[in-house]
């Protein structure tokens, strides 16, 4: 089988990846020392999106979700002014079109101590927009829950450990599935199903991705039915299409999970990107 995808063509909501990207830790521009504590304990957590002028379509969600996953991992809170001064300190007079990521960790964390009160830093990464490509995924189906998946934390080893299996099997990323065969999340990506008159998001354990929250709300706002429940990895064949979505492609359409083919519909993929769109962009 050969993949439907080039891999270096596909979006990734992992982080920002350019040639010069701009660091910042707590405003102020990073060193490496400053990042030996992420690159050597990788404990922590982020978010990442796409900036139009200044602005984030859904940025008090990766505000409450960088709070929220704070307040997991170490036990207090951050207050969403501290971050949008972060990010505005980073962007500086960055004109147009940007990706960001926000990491939060700790160099003060305690590896033998872990439960210690320890304060957070915050990293951020300014680069150049993804160029983003509507090229139907096929996706290989593995047997793999993630470790919390209600939080997007940095211990993405299994996420592109499994992609590369699915690439060197012929396909282009990776779908996981629970042990009571339930489907859950993509690598880096939400996964909904159309049945033919509804949208269909599987309820296993996932991360809440903005980008599906976003779509979520334009649904509800455009009254398109959808709903939340259980999908098998046997029941594929039933629904007649599928995307996958993160916060560098809102939509983007699956051709096939193993050997279920399935249609990649224009018509679709056109009313998911206008439900998204409908979301307004919310200056930093």
């Given amino acids: 089988m050969t993949g439907a995808a080039d891999s270096t063509d596909q979006c990734n909501d992992v982080g920002t990846v350019c040639a010069s990207p701009q660091c910042e830790l707590n405003g102020t521009l990073a060193s490496a020392d400053d990042l030996r504590a992420l690159a050597l304990l990788n404990y922590g957590h982020f978010t990442a999106m796409q900036i139009?002028?200044?602005?984030?379509?859904?940025?008090?969600?990766?505000?409450?979700?960088l709070d929220a996953g704070t307040q997991a991992l170490f036990g207090r809170p951050l207050a969403?002014?501290?971050?949008?001064?972060?990010?505005?300190?980073?962007?500086?007079?960055r004109a147009g079109d940007a990706s960001m990521r926000v990491t939060v960790y700790s160099r003060d964390f305690d590896r033998d101590r872990p439960a210690r009160p320890s304060q957070v830093d915050v990293l951020t990464t300014v680069g150049a927009a993804r160029q983003v490509s509507t090229t139907p995924l096929r996706l290989k189906s593995f047997l793999h829950e993630r470790v919390l998946p209600e939080i997007k934390h940095v211990g993405t080893f299994a996420l592109f450990h499994y992609r590369r299996l699915a690439q060197l099997a012929g396909f282009d990323d990776a779908l996981f599935a629970g042990h009571d065969d339930a489907i859950s999340e993509a690598s880096v990506w939400n996964i909904g199903f159309f049945d033919g008159s509804a949208i269909v998001w599987p309820n296993a354990p996932a991360l809440p991705g903005i980008s599906m929250q976003l779509l979520q709300a334009g649904l509800r706002e455009q009254g398109v039915a959808a709903v939340s429940r259980r999908v098998a990895m046997g029941e594929i064949a039933k629904y007649r299409s599928a995307f996958l979505t993160n916060s560098s492609?809102?939509?983007?359409?699956?051709?096939?999970?193993?050997?279920?083919?399935l249609a990649v519909d224009p018509e679709l993929t056109r009313l998911l990107e206008a439900c998204y769109a409908s979301n307004p962009l919310q200056a930093i």
């Fill in 249 to 261: 492609c809102p939509v983007r359409p699956i051709a096939s999970i193993d050997d279920v083919e």
């Fill in 52 to 65: 139009s002028g200044g602005r984030v379509r859904g940025l008090d969600l990766h505000l409450a979700r």
């Fill in 80 to 93: 969403a002014d501290r971050i949008r001064g972060y990010m505005r300190t980073a962007l500086g007079a």
